[in-house]
């Protein structure tokens, strides 16, 4: 340690003898410093601040009726696309700003300090922040403007196109679905007009109608067994029933089987027309019943009794249940005759009814799909109808302009204070380096302990320099001049900072009549 002071302090009296040197060297680096500094130019900032308010009175009145378009997100694209070459190019232009570039490769870092100096931030209540810096306050100020009305517009501008693409897109999908639909249509339409007579019912497939057509058939056998039964059964109580009349009553046996005939066919005709199996078999049945009392009046037996208490009443009623169980068995049988014939049918079309279900149900199956489309396509057409409308009214979002962009009057850069500290340290360590390279250059011995070592010569005792009084006043006079030139460097450096204003001006100045 004590070795490193010695040699220190060696190298401290050795840079000594070049303080006037490095005095000049430290003046000389400042002004040239300082003159650099007041020739920058200065840095002009504009500002400005929207607020993104996308609250909309219309949107929860709209839930569910329109389309839901995340609106940060295009909002947040659309500042990406601020920054974008394209969109650069054309602020450059609208702010002429492409006029300092004369060559591609100028317009090119132009466009490339374009990206830098402009700023978009976002803070999370949704207000943006854009500055631009630049040498001109106007042209800043021309910028940001430029890249506020292209926020607020394109943002705008691009919901409005995208839902009109939407909409057209939708359009088309639309006509050509509807196209299908009708083509769907026609075919089953043909379809069915070519198989007519083998066509499906409501009843469900081929399997399943004859099923039940087999089913039908075989309950109607057992009700004609059962009907038959009871036929029979009546026929042999009429045997063994005496009617007990004292007269013929032919007229009114007829006249109650008639009537009990004509009650069914009352109630048939409520429930089926006249061409239906049933209806024909009564009505058959009422007019034999008609001529077989017509002959027996033709032959003389209408003489009946009128007392009606010369009747069997008995005998009477089983007379009108056969009657109504013999109209029964007619119209079971007439059911069955039809049923076979439609077992049969169906039996016959064995090979060409399941084909025809087949072909029907992909038809079908076609024809929905292309509806479900089609309707689905419909809804989705007025949805974005409506979220078009909505976008339209300028309620869905809006853009409030918190601080408008102004023509800056101060400029913000750059700091010239810290730049002339800068430049006067860097004078003062540049006259210190300046001395020590001379001290290096042109060395002397500063003492006993850097003799002995470098001659190898033993040195026995040293003799001190005795100034005179003329001598002692110079060298104090030296050294008050050398701490005038240090003081006066400072009020310089301070001097520099009060007046860095007009100082500026006139930098800028001698700047302009150089480069014209």
Request: net charge negative; hydrophobic share 40%.
């Amino acid at each position: 340690m004590h070795d490193l002071i010695q040699q220190t302090f060696s190298h401290a009296r050795g840079m000594w003898r070049f303080r006037w040197r490095a005095l000049v060297v430290s003046w000389l680096a400042c002004v040239i410093g300082w003159a650099v500094v007041y020739s920058l130019p200065n840095v002009y900032e504009a500002t400005t601040r929207v607020f993104v308010d996308t609250d909309s009175v219309l949107r929860p009145l709209l839930r569910g009726l329109t389309t839901e378009s995340n609106v940060m997100n295009q909002v947040n694209m659309m500042t990406r696309a601020l920054l974008s070459r394209p969109h650069l190019e054309e602020v450059a232009r609208e702010t002429d700003l492409d006029l300092r570039a004369d060559t591609p490769r100028e317009m090119e870092g132009l466009i490339d300090k374009l990206q830098t100096s402009i700023q978009i931030r976002q803070s999370r209540d949704r207000l943006y922040t854009i500055s631009f810096r630049d040498r001109d306050p106007r042209t800043a100020h021309a910028v940001v403007q430029t890249l506020l009305s292209n926020f607020v517009g394109d943002t705008l501008q691009g919901n409005r196109s995208d839902s009109q693409v939407a909409m057209r897109f939708l359009n088309e999908q639309i006509a050509e679905h509807e196209l299908r639909l009708v083509d769907a249509e026609e075919r089953l339409a043909e379809f069915k007009k070519e198989n007519v007579g083998v066509m499906p019912n409501t009843t469900g497939d081929y399997y399943a109608r004859l099923q039940a057509s087999t089913a039908t058939l075989q309950e109607l056998e057992a009700q004609l067994g059962l009907a038959q039964r009871t036929r029979l059964e009546l026929l042999h109580q009429l045997e063994t029933e005496e009617p007990v009349l004292r007269v013929d009553s032919v007229t009114s046996e007829y006249d109650l089987r008639i009537a009990a005939a004509e009650n069914n066919l009352r109630d048939l005709s409520l429930q089926y027309t006249d061409r239906h199996p049933d209806v024909i078999a009564l009505q058959d049945t009422l007019e034999r019943l008609k001529e077989q009392r017509d002959d027996a009046v033709a032959r003389g037996t209408a003489g009946g009794t009128t007392d009606p208490a010369d009747l069997n009443p008995v005998y009477q009623s089983m007379k009108i249940e056969l009657n109504t169980t013999e109209v029964e068995v007619a119209q079971l049988r007439a059911k069955i005759e039809q049923q076979r014939q439609t077992v049969l049918g169906l039996q016959r079309s064995v090979d060409t009814i399941p084909g025809v279900e087949a072909e029907l149900t992909k038809l079908n199956r076609d024809y929905e799909v292309t509806k479900a489309r089609y309707e689905a396509l419909l809804d989705r057409f007025e949805s974005a109808r409506l979220t078009e409308n909505a976008e339209q009214s300028s309620e869905d979002v809006k853009f409030r302009v918190i601080d408008p962009p102004t023509i800056p009057l101060d400029p913000i850069g750059p700091n010239r204070i810290l730049f002339l500290w800068v430049a006067l340290v860097f004078g003062l360590a540049g006259g210190g380096l300046f001395a020590y390279s001379m001290n290096q250059i042109d060395p002397v011995f500063g003492g006993l302990a850097s003799l002995a070592p470098k001659t190898g010569v033993s040195v026995l005792g040293t003799i001190s320099v005795i100034l005179t009084p003329g001598q002692k006043f110079a060298r104090r006079l030296q050294m008050g001049v050398f701490m005038l030139g240090l003081t006066l460097l400072l009020s310089a450096f301070v001097a520099a900072i009060m007046l860095r204003a007009p100082a500026v001006l006139l930098a800028s100045k001698i700047v302009a009549r150089i480069s014209a």
